[in-house]
Each structure stands twice: as structure tokens, then as C-alpha cells.
């Protein structure tokens, strides 16, 4: 399983959630992949540090089972976009998320993925996923279907193209009487 993002938000967000199932993980063979937590690859027990980069995001993404996103409710992550979530569900990953901001509108709880807020949910639902393959290939293959039908470059470059048509079409500067 893992979580990609930056040291920052590793420190802050991710690290926390793996710290608190550490245990758990190690003792079920899960091991946990941070991508972006460092600059500097690692590997101490069942935590692997992978650096980010644009080149090999997507293969790190990949190599992962179930994605997750923890979330503290403040201001910043309320307006956070919900991106990890998309690139977790694009490659076909189950997720984990904290239901705060556009998280609520990307996940369906129980369906492409889980929604957690308390430490004990969060580790029922990691768990959960880990111990049950099936559910976490159904969960994938929902996510990435969610993805290509709700926000896919195919779907959002006809929106974008629409809207640009309609603003030429409307006069610049004329107002309405």
C-alpha cells in the first residue's frame, strides 16, 4: 500500500496514519511505499521511501495495492483537489481517504473505496483491503472506471472545448440592459 506526496505533507499527513499501523502492517507482511517522502531512497522495515519523480510517479503508483489519503480537517485541506485520489483510482487502485473537502465527491465510500477519520477506522479499512484481494481488485476497477468517466482528459477536454466556444460566442465587453 502507499501514499505519494511531498516531505512536507509526508510529515504531516502520511506519516502519522503509517505510524500509527506500523505494527499491524509489518505483522500482516504489508509493506507501505511513501513516494515523495524524501528526497533520498529508504527502506526501514515494512517502510519504503521512493523519491518522486515525474518519470516514474506512475510506475510507483502502480507497484502500490491500495492508495491512501489522510487529511487533518483545517482550511488547506478542505480546499485540497482530491489529485492523489484520482491518480491512485487512474491506475486502477482501491483507496483510503479522510472525507474532507472534494475527497467526499472523488471516493464512494464503499464502493471504489473507503472513507476513514479516527485511527481505529483507518486501520480496519487498511486491513480490510489487505486481507481481501478480491475486494481490492473490484474497488480498483470501479475506481479506474470512475476516473475515465468522470475525469479523464477525453471527458474534461470536450467541457474545456465547450466552455472556450461559448465564451467566443459571447461579446466581450457588452452589457446586458
Known amino acids: 500500500m502507499g501514499w505519494i506526496g511531498t516531505p512536507q505533507t509526508w510529515r504531516d499527513l502520511g506519516y502519522p496514519v503509517y505510524a500509527g499501523l506500523a505494527t499491524e502492517l509489518e505483522k500482516a507482511g504489508v509493506i507501505f511505499r511513501a513516494v515523495g517522502a524524501a528526497l533520498c ?3 526501514e522495515g515494512n517502510l519504503e521511501i521512493v523519491p518522486w519523480s515525474e518519470e516514474s510517479e506512475v510506475a510507483s503508483i502502480q507497484g502500490m495495492d491500495i492508495g491512501v489519503m489522510p487529511l487533518t480537517d483545517t482550511p488547506w485541506t478542505r480546499g485540497k483537489c482530491g489529485y492523489k485520489l484520482i491518480q491512485y483510482m487512474a491506475c486502477g487502485l482501491p483507496v483510503i481517504a479522510s ?3 472534494a475527497n467526499r465527491e472523488i471516493v464512494r465510500d464503499g464502493t471504489d473505496g473507503f472513507f476513514a477519520s479516527e485511527p481505529h ?3 480496519a479499512r487498511i486491513l480490510q483491503l489487505c486481507h481481501d484481494e478480491p475486494l481490492r481488485k473490484q474497488m ?4 479506474r472506471k470512475r476516473i475515465e468517466e468522470f475525469y479523464s482528459l477525453q471527458v474534461w477536454s470536450k467541457q474545456l472545448g465547450d466552455i472556450f466556444l461559448a465564451a467566443g460566442n ?3 465587453g ?3 440592459s
Request: aromatic share 6%.
Open 41 to 43: 531512497a529508504s527502506r
Open 99 to 101: 472525507p474532507i473537502g
Open 121 to 123: 477506522e483507518w486501520s
Open 140 to 143: 480498483g476497477s470501479v475506481a
Open 170 to 172: 459571447t461579446k466581450i
Open 174 to 176: 457588452a452589457r446586458n
